[in-house]
């Protein structure tokens, strides 16, 4: 994010006033940063109304007023639940297509409810149609030191979670997060078996403290968003955990997420290590996205 930061800061950096074509420019350079090309325009028009009212011309005063409105729509989407109640019996439906990091996004869950809130995670490996994930758990879980509960490749994956919750209710723990596949072969074939998963843990969790996590790439930009709405039809998500922040992501795709489906961004991951996840921060995005600081999105 930060090579299109540096964009937008030079986009504001002339020493001119800002004219109408440049505001178009702006759409199109949010556009590039991966907003969706409606919301780019109406945030520039919306700008260009405000600068013209209020009679600013600088470019370092626009991006400080772009900044605000940037925030606004993240917490329009409200703070997502990242912490978990007391008490209660906690079940996390991790959800995502394959190949955004769901099953290290677990692991990463589990350690930090684990160290923080000194929780007992079971894992779930409900994604059983790769065996590769189901291994990848499994050694995920002996590093932990967290149980994992699984079955063979290409099991019920709703009776994964099922077996799950009857080890929690037997005393083994008191959080299970569940690893999801993703095959985007079929729209409606993924759509139909989450919502299968979904019921089924529904049926379970009477009395829990149930959350459905969207795992999205902050690498595939509007991919992710059309990412979004398949797993937002299928299960409403609680909020977005965003991986792979690091690198070479744009990051407009979160203030989408936020204004067109009302889903706010739960976690940030930026590294492999099982620390490398934090709450999402909404003004420390934006100061990022913008240019304003040098900072990240996590608090």
């Given amino acids: 994010m930060k090579a299109f930061a540096e964009k937008l800061k030079n986009f504001f950096g002339g020493s001119g006033g800002l004219s109408d074509d440049e505001f178009d420019d702006l759409t199109d350079l949010l556009v590039e940063g991966d907003f969706g090309a409606s919301g780019a325009f109406k945030l520039a028009e919306r ?101 994992v509960v699984a079955h063979q490749h290409g099991g019920d994956p709703a009776a994964v979670i099922y077996d799950a919750v009857d080890a ?23 759509v139909e078996e989450l919502k299968k998963i979904d019921r089924v843990v529904e049926s379970r969790a009477a009395g829990c403290d149930y959350i459905k996590y969207l795992v999205l790439d902050a690498t595939t930009g509007r991919n992710a968003y059309a990412q979004a709405q398949i797993f937002k039809e299928a299960v409403s998500p609680a909020g977005v955990i965003l991986t792979k922040y690091d690198s070479s992501a744009r990051g407009g795709t979160v203030f989408s997420l936020a204004e067109d489906m009302g889903l706010a961004v739960a976690f940030l991951c930026t590294g492999e290590t099982y620390a490398d996840i934090a709450p999402f921060d909404p003004a420390g995005y934006v100061q990022a996205f913008t240019g304003l600081a040098a900072g990240g999105g996590h608090a």
């Fill in 47 to 147: 700008l260009k109304a405000v600068c013209k009212k209020e009679n600013i011309s600088g470019g370092e005063d626009a991006r400080k007023i772009l900044a605000g409105f940037l925030e606004e729509i993240l917490r329009k989407a409200g703070p997502a639940k990242t912490s978990l109640e007391s008490g209660k019996l906690t079940i996390i439906l991790m959800l995502g297509v394959n190949g955004v990091g769901k099953t290290t996004t677990t692991a990463k869950l589990a350690d930090r409810y684990r160290t923080l809130e000194k929780r007992r995670p079971i894992l779930a490996a409900a994604d059983t149609f790769r065996a590769a994930a189901i291994d990848q758990l499994k050694i995920h879980g002996e590093r932990l030191g967290v149980r």
């Fill in 168 to 190: 929690a209710a037997a005393g083994a723990g008191d959080l299970i997060i569940a690893d999801t596949a993703g095959r985007m072969h079929t729209k409606s074939a993924l």
